[in-house]
């Protein structure tokens, strides 16, 4: 199966790859796993006062596409709020990247991924 | 030629996690001669299309009770769980955490002075715990009620992490043999 050239570009040369300290009370951690093809995703977020994510950073193990999928939301996520960020649709990541139908749930996991992390951010915060 | 039994029944056993592999090889054996396309020469072609149809349904049955982990997915199908679902994902943290760390250590056991020993406490490690996980998920699918098949599911979703991993424990050991 041939990946798109975006896919390509993100899985060559992934962008924010990395962590932050999942212990900061900033920084929202959100883990997902895709049993069907075993891949496990990191993605975290680092939000300021404003409520306005500064920084994203991922790990992912998995396909191209998944690597792809959650590279690019990290681009994504910086600058935007958290309700923005909590808006981003598996849909809109599978259309930017292009991907194909069966690599469709890879778009899925980085949706759930956001929701995660956006999730564990505020816990965080009402605690 | 019934296509509505479920493959236990298919193969005369009993609808458990436990499968007798000797006596689940005996019954393929009998159901492979049953439709041996000789036996079959002189039928019309809608019942060779039917025995092929059948052939095709019995060798899946084969597939499904050989393996351990199909025969556990097939077993929650069976008590009504979709099982095979994209919207399937898992988001225990601390598994996620710990299949993260066997990744990683599987990175790095190419730079590693001996990666073998790596790639064998790996193996060691996740072959214990799916181990537990199948014990977790017959004792959870004995229980049968909602919750306990809740249970059930989830350890068919992390086995299938573990799944995956040995596999790719044993691919980095072929590349590094060559």
């Not at chain 2, 060798?59 to 077993?75: F, I, Q, V």
């Not at chain 2, 601390?94 to 990744?103: A, D, G, H, I, T």
Request: hydrophobic share 40%; net charge negative; charged share 25%.
């Amino acid at each position: 199966m041939a990946y798109s050239d975006k896919v390509i570009d993100h899985y060559e040369n992934p962008r924010n790859v990395g962590k932050l300290d999942a212990a900061d009370p900033t920084v929202g951690t959100g883990m997902v796993g895709a049993p069907a093809c075993g891949d496990v995703m990191r993605l975290q977020i680092k939000v300021n006062e404003q409520g306005v994510i500064e920084d994203a950073k991922f790990k992912t193990y998995g396909c191209g596409s998944a690597i792809a999928s959650s590279s690019l939301v990290t681009e994504w996520m910086k600058g935007m709020t958290l309700d923005q960020a909590a808006e981003i649709k598996n849909t809109s990541i599978a259309e930017e990247l292009a991907l194909p139908p069966v690599k469709i749930h890879c778009s899925v996991l980085a949706e759930d991924a956001i929701k995660a992390a956006i999730d564990d951010y505020r816990a965080k915060v009402a605690k | 030629m019934d296509f509505r039994q479920n493959y236990f029944e298919l193969f005369g056993l009993p609808v458990s996690f436990a499968v007798e592999q000797v006596v689940l090889q005996q019954r393929y054996q009998e159901l492979q001669k049953s439709l041996h396309p000789d036996r079959h020469a002189a039928a019309s072609s809608q019942q060779q299309r039917m025995a092929l149809q059948y052939a095709t349904y019995v060798n899946e049955g084969l597939a499904t009770l050989k393996s351990p982990l199909k025969r556990a997915g097939y077993l929650l199908q069976l008590a009504g769980l979709d099982v095979r679902s994209e919207a399937n994902t898992t988001k225990d943290v601390n598994f996620l955490m710990q299949q993260m760390e066997w990744r990683e250590a599987l990175q790095e056991a190419n730079a590693a002075t001996d990666p073998f020993a790596v790639l064998n406490s790996v193996r060691d490690e996740v072959g214990q715990a799916r181990d537990g996980l199948y014990q977790r998920f017959v004792s959870a699918w004995q229980q049968g009620d909602a919750d306990s098949l809740a249970q059930a599911h989830e350890c068919h979703r992390q086995l299938q992490f573990m799944h995956k991993l040995l596999d790719e424990v044993d691919a980095m050991e072929e590349r590094l043999d060559d």
